[in-house]
């Protein structure tokens, strides 16, 4: 593994790429219906289980050589452009902080939905400007968040996606997950899906 001297911080959220400063802004606009109050609960579709088999997959990779390792973001794109079909997101890449005191402070992990995976990328800095999302096993999968999205405005296509952890305007670490979606590079501003109660809400 090389090591990279460039701070991961910006590396990657929605979009591969988002500084700290765009990642805990949220406005809240109307709420879906919650979880509970859109009937029966769907089994995970395949892309979602293979999704998290494939986090799993990196995870094991990072912590054969980092124990202590936590998923921090996963965030997937679409290489063929803005689409509503969320088994389209192929591309991922997950990022670790080391949790180490010497050596890489944090990991990145290109990989597949397929389950072909790059060897990880070290970097000297740690993942800043979001708490750890831990696992992308959070109780609302990809296709429910973008389905959740459908109902809030129901036109939109979208090319990149992440699962977050955002802080509060206070900057606290929040307890519930997000997943993003939005259509740009370097802190493009968007929609994110609160896995805990379905709400939608704005970034920036």
Known sequence: M?????????????GLSMPAS???ASVTTEPTPSPAAAGPAQPPSHAATALDELADKAT?????????AVLWVASGESPQGPTRDMSKMTKWI??????????????????????????????????????????????????????????AESDSKYQFTALVRPYDE?????????????NGYHGACGLGVNVENGNVSPYC
């Open 94 to 151: 997950f990022v670790y902080n080391t949790m180490e005191e010497e050596g890489p402070a944090s990991v990145r992990v290109l990989a597949d939905i397929d389950g072909t995976m790059e060897e990880p990328e070290e970097y000297d800095h740690p993942f800043w400007g979001v708490a750890p999302i831990g696992t992308t096993r959070v109780g609302m999968t990809l296709d429910q968040a973008f389905e959740r999205l459908k109902q």
């Open 2 to 14: 090389k090591m990279k001297s460039a701070v991961v911080a910006a590396v990657v959220v929605c």
């Open 22 to 24: 765009a990642v805990g």
């Open 170 to 182: 206070e900057g606290g670490e929040t307890a519930d997950r997000e997943w993003r979606f939005n």
């Open 60 to 68: 094991r990779k990072v912590q054969e050589k980092y124990p202590d």
